[in-house]
């Protein structure tokens, strides 16, 4: 599922890229969101299943945990290369959003994709 959003994510940054003049280093953040993402979404999946958390946290919940990580992730590697894009007060305010969209995102459409593959 964030495959396709990350795909649509790049098709607009080439299509806009020379309409909009944007900083350089650009690519880079594109590259984190790319290959760390939906591989992270994977692994908490199969955390999730293969722990059998869901005994004592609901999948709702579990997924509400994942933005901070993606955040500090990305917090990292901006000060990693030295170019910080966004800031903590950037990522604080994506925070409040953030997390109750994972929420819904894990509660709705990942239980439904588990089901569907029988991992439920």
Do not use: C, H, Q, S
């Amino acid at each position: 599922m964030p495959n396709l959003f990350l795909l649509l994510g790049v098709l607009l940054l080439v299509l806009l890229r020379p309409v909009y003049t944007m900083p350089a280093p650009f690519e880079k953040f594109v590259m984190f969101p790319m290959a760390v993402v939906p591989n992270l979404w994977g692994v908490w999946n199969t955390l999730f299943v293969a722990m059998t958390l869901k005994r004592w946290i609901p999948m709702g919940a579990w997924g509400a945990f994942l933005p901070l990580i993606i955040l500090a992730g990305g917090l990292g590697l901006a000060y990693a290369l030295d170019n910080p894009v966004f800031g903590i007060k950037d990522a604080l305010f994506v925070l409040p959003v953030a997390v109750p969209a994972y929420y819904l995102i894990w509660k709705y459409a990942v239980r439904f994709f588990n089901r569907v593959v029988g991992l439920d």
